[in-house]
């Protein structure tokens, strides 16, 4: 590893998000723990996925992360400068180089534009450029996104999914961000677009110079393309490491749930190793000691009383009072008919 890949490019403490709950009259009762003391650093470089259930809060710390959602508390800090309490104009400048891809393409694309128009526009709002260069510019990163240049003269509703979501990162990099924010970047993708996406990222992080956070639910792709991963569950983050070292041996008991679930070619049936039960506690009542309890084949009577400090295991850190000393239960064997 190089030393500017060992350059630390973001770091997040403590951050907290509380979504208030209103009673009678408007008045508060309650909040929901959309996040709850989430703590990471991120690399030059690198590409750290984030794992976890749907409702985990993966895309509430993305969208905190870039500032449309507001913290509650805790402090994220971009190459070394806090971007909370800063004037808009200041924490607009620095996350200029922090930019957030959408799950949905189209999102960030408004269909009465054309493509280039579309493009144009950040180089309108943060660049003093003429238009000519602005449009020089279009076109080169369209075909830095593998698409022609005569796109930019389409409407969204004129190309593909897979089309759009090219357009979407060619708008992100006209600003030459430093960190990328994929939101479930190979959703609803055939298998063949997903590779080529897939392919289209790596092209990018090296041509030029990015870093990603990749948000996903599929961990073959994780597996895949990210260096580290950060298993998130009710707004915490229960588990970070190696890929390599997540994936072969997890040491919190719901890493190991997430990964008795991926189907293999010949292997046990999904629904006879998929040993957790039940439902994610409620974010806005979260039980004392661990949160993971009610569904953990682990628990003992600590985990009820204590919240678990994050444990280091090797290069690992687990959120379990016994990381390291747990294993997932043997799987069923399937009889021979």
């Given at each position: 590893m190089t030393q500017r890949q060992t350059e630390q490019v973001l770091e997040v403490k403590d951050l907290t998000v509380r979504f208030p709950i209103r009673g009678v009259f408007g008045r508060q009762d309650g909040a929901i723990k959309a996040l709850d003391g989430v703590t990471f650093e991120l690399h030059h470089g690198e590409i750290l996925g984030l794992v976890g259930e749907s409702g985990?809060?993966?895309?509430?710390l993305g969208k905190t992360l870039m500032g449309i959602q507001k913290p509650t508390a805790g402090s994220i800090q971009l190459d070394g400068k806090e971007i909370a309490g800063r004037t808009p104009?200041?924490?607009?400048?620095?996350?200029r180089r922090l930019q957030y891809a959408y799950q949905d393409p189209g999102a960030s694309l408004d269909p009465r534009w054309k493509i280039g128009r579309s493009l144009e526009e950040?180089?309108?709002?943060h660049a003093n450029l003429p238009r000519e260069e602005r449009l020089q510019k279009v076109t080169e990163i369209l075909q830095a996104v593998g698409l022609p240049a005569g796109h930019a003269d389409l409407f969204p509703h004129e190309i593909s999914g897979g089309q759009q979501r090219r357009v979407g990162l060619a708008r992100i990099l006209m600003l030459n961000p430093e960190v990328v924010i994929l939101d479930e970047p190979t959703a609803g993708l055939d298998v063949s677009v997903q590779a080529t996406v897939l392919r289209l990222f790596a092209d990018l992080r090296e041509t030029f110079d990015l870093t990603y956070i990749f948000i996903s639910h599929d961990l073959s792709v994780v597996r895949l393309?990210?260096?580290?991963?950060?298993?998130?569950?009710l707004g915490r983050i229960v588990e970070i490491g190696p890929v390599d070292e997540i994936m072969n041996a997890p040491k919190h008991p719901y890493t190991q749930s997430l990964l008795a679930a991926i189907p293999k070619v010949n292997g046990i049936r999904v629904?006879?190793?998929f040993w957790l039960e039940g439902e994610p506690a409620d974010a806005a009542h979260l039980p004392k000691g661990c949160r993971f309890q009610g569904r953990c084949p682990h628990v003992q009577p600590l985990c009820r009383e204590q919240d678990p400090p994050d444990r280091t295991v090797g290069a690992q850190s687990a959120a379990c009072h016994f990381a390291g000393e747990i294993y997932p239960p043997v799987p069923k064997q399937r009889e021979n008919a």
């Amino acid at each position: 590893m190089t030393q500017r890949q060992t350059e630390q490019v973001l770091e997040v403490k403590d951050l907290t998000v509380r979504f208030p709950i209103r009673g009678v009259f408007g008045r508060q009762d309650g909040a929901i723990k959309a996040l709850d003391g989430v703590t990471f650093e991120l690399h030059h470089g690198e590409i750290l996925g984030l794992v976890g259930e749907s409702g985990c809060g993966k895309s509430t710390l993305g969208k905190t992360l870039m500032g449309i959602q507001k913290p509650t508390a805790g402090s994220i800090q971009l190459d070394g400068k806090e971007i909370a309490g800063r004037t808009p104009k200041e924490a607009r400048a620095l996350r200029r180089r922090l930019q957030y891809a959408y799950q949905d393409p189209g999102a960030s694309l408004d269909p009465r534009w054309k493509i280039g128009r579309s493009l144009e526009e950040p180089l309108i709002i943060h660049a003093n450029l003429p238009r000519e260069e602005r449009l020089q510019k279009v076109t080169e990163i369209l075909q830095a996104v593998g698409l022609p240049a005569g796109h930019a003269d389409l409407f969204p509703h004129e190309i593909s999914g897979g089309q759009q979501r090219r357009v979407g990162l060619a708008r992100i990099l006209m600003l030459n961000p430093e960190v990328v924010i994929l939101d479930e970047p190979t959703a609803g993708l055939d298998v063949s677009v997903q590779a080529t996406v897939l392919r289209l990222f790596a092209d990018l992080r090296e041509t030029f110079d990015l870093t990603y956070i990749f948000i996903s639910h599929d961990l073959s792709v994780v597996r895949l393309m990210c260096h580290r991963v950060a298993v998130m569950y009710l707004g915490r983050i229960v588990e970070i490491g190696p890929v390599d070292e997540i994936m072969n041996a997890p040491k919190h008991p719901y890493t190991q749930s997430l990964l008795a679930a991926i189907p293999k070619v010949n292997g046990i049936r999904v629904t006879e190793n998929f040993w957790l039960e039940g439902e994610p506690a409620d974010a806005a009542h979260l039980p004392k000691g661990c949160r993971f309890q009610g569904r953990c084949p682990h628990v003992q009577p600590l985990c009820r009383e204590q919240d678990p400090p994050d444990r280091t295991v090797g290069a690992q850190s687990a959120a379990c009072h016994f990381a390291g000393e747990i294993y997932p239960p043997v799987p069923k064997q399937r009889e021979n008919a």
